[in-house]
């Protein structure tokens, strides 16, 4: 890179249109900024006037009021702009248009212009060295085609062009100074390339018959000239120019002049000390670091995303270690890494770089003999012989031996590699395997998936994801317009997630945009394997389809390790080694033998162990393969019976204990994904209803406290399934009804109600005043509520005397949500003491967070704003030692609003945010609206009266009638008030009239 510093704030062209600020990923902008700033940047510093930019941005159809159009598309680039952190103030209205304050070496263009002038400068003044690194830095500034998500714009196709052909001529006079110094062999796959691209650029055809020729392949670069020939003639009816023709005719009498040798560089004179030699500091100059001698390196052809820090640790690393070994799964980017850090090193790791590629190599080649050929280096003889004469090249120089794909001549590769490093002192190597070479003094470092994004966020931040910034570059690779905006990034998020940040597969998917839109690639996922086929030409064989690469893997595994990978495919999510054992052990396979075969298959880089927790999982990529080769063994069935037969073991034995035991809280928890599965058994096997029901039951703690969709989707699905006893099934509708208590639907009314009628014809007074209880429960939203009262009255009786704690607390619990719902809050609050102290008698761990919440709620309402916080920061210390995601969704909305009814502000949007993304993940849009509003009322206060309007609607359509009328009411109040100040004025009274509704129904 050169010496130039870095502006703050740089802008990109050269490729699609960028903002990056201070080091930072780039900023994606918008469709409506794109093309305003890049007919600025073009100009960087220079006013463009205001009608050159409406034809810029609309041609020869223009808006009708084009001044207030332009002026609208200005305003939404400096909120991009601010939003960036680059500040508003770097656009300027200047008459007679606007002007981007920027200096120009801001914009990649310019930069790329005055390197390309210094490059040119250089190659007849400071040698080709120094010329070739000038251009690698000047090419390495374009992204992709110039200008690739403007538009077709006339100006932007012209300059687009323009900048087209300053690349390709400043890659014509690289490839031109290759060819002079006699590195032809670099230049011929470029230029083979370029040839097919450009087919007609006879410069590009000059430089392709000298480097054919110059690398003793003198028929082909005839060849190359008669095809060049022949399509000017067919085309254009003309022949080549005079130049070519005299060099097809030197190519021919073998008469071609050979390339110049480079000139050794110059040394500048010496200037005259500024003092006397005996005033001058004695401090030497700090040496600069020089590149060594890097062999056959391949050119990089594509970017390196995600891999900075892991090239720094690496290179780190290999400071301190003489073997490194990079592993990780086929396709995780070893070899990418590597040789990353082979362009890294310079003289403080190494003098001279090598690569050895083993993939092609068949098992039984003599190793060290392949590697000497390969070197270039004369073996005389196999074995012993060519390890010596590989000794004698290496010597005592400082070399970094990289040594690529180890894995199916570990044995061979691990001798090779312990000889060279005993016998060569100054020799570093640096190899990449699915398993370890197991030589003295290797150390390992496992190259990890690219990271993905954590569940939804904001598009800034999803371009920070790595794994969606490979998924971006390499889709604009092959779909140059290929944007990530608002419609197409949660669809890349997912793909990258279902993809584990698979370099590999990433790449295959990115590839497939070209013909297939984001969402039908991320739907047909589920065939990945058919999908995933779109390689590289130039790939190795095994790295063009993601089969091939879990191929090659999985054919260098013993038949007992390929037994124990396929099984594993039953887990969903992890598992530990007593559910591998008991599982997987059967058919050929024992149980005291599934240690050493799962930790040969860590080794190997195909199962993921996760050290501090004992537990083991398979990438999704490597569990879909696995369960492919499960079902071509025929062990589907088996495999997944037994995995439901011991995952009921597990739910039967933790399950009753969830809301009382943080140990078995946390072990259903870290079991979530296999009880799934094991659900999905049960609705799959035709006899499967009744253990179904029984997991159920099982698990109906830990949905009702986490969650609680899922439970009433599985027990819908189950009752749907088959026909139970009538026991069975109205234990089903009591539960369906009791996880739809907090936001009920049609669906789990019916339940409840049902079970009420189901326990009075089986003559179970017990369950029969539970279910009444449910039903009376949902009277905390709307219905008569001395009605039902009543119920919950009736149920007592039925119930008759208990010393039952949780029936008591619950009881507390449905009068207390019928007090706060009629506005009798100092009643509620003593109800919900109430059921605090019976529901800690019962040992309930996890319930007493959400009774405090409600009590915050009673007193809030009721005037007691002090005693509000401090049981709400109660209740959250609460939710926090005792984590139900529930109750730390409401505790945290609750305490969000309390606070801003005091005024206070600071910390209130973090809360909202941890709410809001808490909510989200466990299916409780209740706790969401309440975000919604709480953003809402933020929006408001700061005067942004049109975004608090749209916050009050997404929190109304999330709650529609679920919530307390007199707190709809307050919602609907607000959203009047935000439509009216934002001058929407039939929203508005929309909302009025919904508010007044509430109120006469009080």
């Not at 149920?795 to 607390?809: S, Y």
């Not at 929006?939 to 609607?953: F, I, K, S």
Request: hydrophobic share 45%.
């Amino acid at each position: 890179m050169s010496g130039d510093s870095e502006p703050t704030v740089s802008f990109g062209v050269l490729g699609a249109v960028e903002l990056q600020v201070a080091g930072r990923p780039a900023t994606p902008l918008a469709p409506a900024v794109r093309a305003l700033l890049a007919r600025l940047v073009l100009a960087a510093g220079r006013v463009v006037s205001a009608d050159a930019l409406t034809d810029a941005l609309w041609g020869e159809r223009p808006p009708a009021d084009a001044t207030n159009a332009l002026q609208l598309r200005v305003s939404k680039l400096r909120r991009a702009l601010v939003a960036a952190g680059a500040g508003g103030d770097l656009l300027v209205t200047r008459a007679p248009g606007y002007r981007l304050a920027v200096a120009v070496d801001a914009v990649d263009a310019y930069r790329f212009e005055r390197l390309l002038e210094t490059a040119r400068s250089a190659t007849t003044g400071d040698g080709p060295a120094a010329a070739l690194a000038r251009f690698d830095e000047a090419l390495r500034l374009w992204r992709g085609p110039a200008l690739a998500d403007v538009g077709d714009a006339d100006w932007a196709l012209a300059e687009a062009a323009r900048l087209e052909e300053l690349r390709l001529g400043a890659v014509e006079d690289r490839l031109e100074l290759l060819l002079e110094v006699g590195r032809q062999a670099e230049a011929v796959a470029d230029l083979e390339r370029l040839v097919a691209t450009h087919p007609l650029r006879e410069r590009l055809h000059r430089l392709l018959m000298l480097a054919l020729y110059r690398g003793g392949r003198q028929a082909e670069a005839i060849t190359a000239y008669h095809a060049l020939r022949h399509r000017l003639a067919d085309e254009l009816g003309i022949d080549p120019a005079p130049e070519l023709q005299a060099l097809a005719e030197a190519i021919l009498r073998q008469q071609v002049p050979a390339p110049a040798p480079a000139a050794p560089p110059v040394a500048e004179p010496a200037a005259p000390p500024a003092v006397p030699p005996a005033r001058t500091a004695a401090a030497a100059p700090v040496p600069v670091p020089r590149a060594p001698q890097r062999g056959d390196l391949p050119r990089r052809l594509a970017s390196v995303i995600g891999r900075q820090d892991d090239v720094q640790r690496v290179l780190d690393r290999l400071r301190q270690k003489r073997v490194v070994t990079l592993t990780g799964p086929g396709g995780v980017g070893k070899t990418t890494l590597a040789l990353e850090v082979a362009r890294r090193a310079d003289d403080t790791l190494a003098d001279r770089v090598h690569l050895v590629r083993l993939a092609a190599l068949p098992t039984g080649t003599d190793l060290p003999e392949a590697v000497a050929g390969q070197l270039g280096v004369p073996a005389g003889g196999p074995g012993a012989a060519a390890t010596a004469a590989l000794v004698a090249w290496l010597g005592a120089d400082r070399t970094l031996l990289v040594v690529d794909n180890c894995e199916h001549v570990i044995d061979e590769a691990a001798e090779l590699v312990e000889q060279v490093v005993a016998a060569c002192p100054a020799v570093t190597v640096l190899t990449t395997s699915r398993e370890a070479l197991a030589v003295p003094g290797e150390t390992q470092l496992a190259v990890a998936p690219l990271g993905v994004p954590d569940g939804p966020a904001d598009l800034a931040r999803l371009g920070d994801s790595p794994a969606v910034a490979l998924f971006v570059d390499r889709a604009r690779a092959v779909r140059p317009g290929f944007v990530l905006d608002e419609t197409t990034a949660p669809v890349v998020a997912d793909i990258c997630r279902q993809l584990d940040g698979m370099p590999l597969a990433i790449e295959l998917a990115a590839a497939r945009v070209k013909a297939l839109p984001p969402g039908e690639i991320a739907a047909r996922l589920h065939d990945r394997f058919a999908l995933l086929t779109a390689g590289a030409r130039t790939s190795e064989a095994r790295h063009r389809t993601l089969r091939a690469t879990l191929d090659w893997s999985h054919d260098l595994l013993s038949e007992a390790e390929r037994r124990l990978l396929r099984r594993l495919a039953v887990f969903r999510g992890g598992w530990d080694l007593a559910a591998a054992e008991q599982i997987c052990a059967f058919d050929g396979l024992a149980a005291d033998e599934v240690l050493d075969l799962l930790f040969r298959l860590v080794d190997r880089s195909l199962v993921v162990p996760e050290p501090t927790t004992g537990r083991f999982r398979l990438l999704v990529t490597i569990r879909e393969y696995a369960a492919a080769r499960l079902a071509e063994a025929g062990e589907t069935e088996a495999a997944r019976d037994r995995h439901l037969t011991h995952f009921i073991e597990q739910a039967e034995r933790y399950g009753p204990h969830a809301r009382s035991d943080a140990d078995a809280w946390a072990r259903l928890t870290e079991e979530h994904d296999n009880f799934r599965a094991a659900i999905d058994r049960c609705l799959d096997r035709h006899d499967g209803v009744d253990a179904g029901l029984r997991l159920a039951d099982a698990l109906f703690l830990f949905w009702n406290y986490g969650p609680r969709y899922e439970g009433v989707r599985a027990l819908t699905a189950l009752l749907a399934a088959g026909i139970p006893t009538p026991a069975a099934r109205a234990a089903a509708l009591q539960r369906i009804g009791l996880l739809g208590v907090y936001y009920p639907t049609a669906q789990t009314r019916a339940a409840a109600r049902d079970s009420v009628l189901a326990f009075e014809r089986l003559g179970d007074p017990v369950n029969t005043a539970t279910s009444r209880l449910v039903v009376a429960w949902e009277g905390q939203y709307d219905g008569d509520p001395d009605r039902y009262r009543a119920m919950v009255a009736k149920a007592v009786r039925e119930r008759g005397d208990t010393d039952d704690p949780w029936w008591h607390g619950t009881v507390h619990y449905v009068e207390a949500l019928l007090d706060l719902r009629t506005g009798a809050f100092e009643r509620s609050a003593e109800q919900w003491a109430h059921s605090l102290e019976w529901t800690r008698k019962a040992g309930d761990l996890l319930l007493p967070a959400g009774i405090l919440a409600h009590l915050g709620i009673a007193l809030r309402e009721a005037g007691r704003p002090d005693e509000a916080i401090a049981t709400l920061e109660e209740a959250a210390a609460e939710a926090r030692r005792n984590p139900s995601p529930h109750a730390t969704a409401f505790t945290l909305v609750q305490l969000a609003h309390t606070r801003l009814d005091r005024g206070e502000v600071d910390g209130v949007t973090a809360m909202l945010a941890e709410a809001d993304d808490t909510a989200r993940r466990s299916g409780n849009p209740r706790c969401q609206a309440w975000s919604a509003w709480g953003r809402a009322r933020i929006r408001y206060a700061d005067g942004d009266a049109a975004g608090a309007a749209d916050e009050c609607r997404r929190a109304l359509d999330l709650l529609q009638e679920r919530e307390f009328p007199w707190a709809r009411r307050r919602l609907w109040c607000l959203a009047a008030d935000a439509a009216s100040a934002a001058g929407r004025p039939q929203e508005a009274d929309a909302a009025r009239r919904a508010a007044e509704d509430l109120t006469a129904d009080r």
